[in-house]
């Protein structure tokens, strides 16, 4: 059996030790010291993606839905050729809040890519994209519970996604809540 990571022509980590790896310090390398964010809404929730990070916007369509998956996984979404896995981001990132009643309400608008990756988080309106000093971010300085939250933009009080650690999650089929170090 190959898997897709296989395909992709790209091993998965593997990661010595019970510590997690050291997920904003790994972002602010790569980030300038000013870079540019994407900020988007979910259920009334703002978050932000660096743009470095962003691999493309695209609109939602027709999402088949598959069975047996995770209850944040959407479906899938066919794009140039290829399928988007889209997450159900609201149900991904606030499980805790996630009812029957607040799903009707969501009105999914676009999907904003991850990378490279075949990742795209469901978004119900895009806010803007602006330049944003690395000071001006509360990074976390442990990934903790959530290894895909890089920290929190002060002035909008919005958490920025550390998406290389959440496409990681996803490949695995974890949760917001999960840890990315399974042993």
Same mark, same amino acid.
């Not at 059996?1 to 602010?28: M, Y």
């Not at 995770?70 to 988007?84: A, C, D, N, S, T």
């Not at 001006?136 to 002060?154: D, I, Q, S, T, Y």
């Given at each position: 059996?190959?898997?897709?990571?296989?395909?992709?022509?790209?091993?998965?980590?593997?990661?010595?030790? &019970?510590?997690?790896?050291?997920?904003?310090?790994?972002?602010?390398?790569?980030?300038?010291?000013?870079?540019?964010?994407?900020?988007?809404?979910? &259920?009334?929730?703002?978050? &932000?993606?660096?743009?470095?990070?962003?691999?493309?916007?695209?609109? #939602?369509?027709?999402?088949?839905?598959?069975?047996?998956?995770?209850?944040?996984? *959407?479906? #899938?979404?066919?794009?140039?050729?290829?399928?988007?896995?889209?997450?159900?981001?609201?149900?991904? #990132?606030?499980?805790?809040?996630?009812?029957?009643?607040?799903?009707?309400?969501?009105?999914?608008?676009?999907?904003?890519?991850?990378?490279?990756?075949?990742?795209?988080?469901?978004?119900?309106?895009?806010?803007?994209?602006?330049?944003?000093?690395?000071?001006?971010?509360?990074?976390?300085?442990?990934?903790?519970?959530?290894?895909? *939250?890089?920290?929190? #933009?002060?002035?909008?009080?919005?958490?920025?996604?550390?998406?290389?650690?959440?496409?990681?999650?996803?490949? &695995?089929?974890?949760?917001?809540?999960?840890?990315?170090?399974?042993?």
């Amino acid at each position: 059996i190959i898997n897709d990571e296989e395909q992709l022509g790209h091993q998965p980590k593997t990661q010595l030790g &019970a510590a997690p790896p050291s997920v904003t310090e790994d972002l602010q390398q790569v980030l300038d010291e000013e870079f540019q964010v994407l900020f988007f809404k979910v &259920a009334g929730l703002t978050l &932000a993606v660096p743009l470095v990070s962003l691999g493309g916007i695209v609109k #939602v369509e027709r999402i088949n839905h598959l069975i047996g998956r995770p209850k944040w996984f *959407l479906g #899938v979404q066919p794009h140039r050729e290829e399928k988007i896995n889209v997450v159900d981001t609201c149900a991904w #990132v606030m499980p805790e809040k996630y009812s029957p009643q607040m799903a009707e309400s969501i009105d999914y608008q676009y999907l904003v890519m991850l990378e490279d990756s075949r990742w795209g988080l469901a978004c119900e309106s895009l806010v803007n994209a602006v330049k944003i000093d690395k000071s001006h971010v509360n990074w976390r300085e442990k990934p903790g519970k959530r290894p895909w *939250l890089a920290g929190v #933009v002060k002035q909008q009080m919005c958490g920025i996604l550390h998406v290389q650690a959440l496409i990681d999650m996803l490949d &695995a089929g974890l949760g917001c809540q999960d840890s990315i170090d399974r042993g």
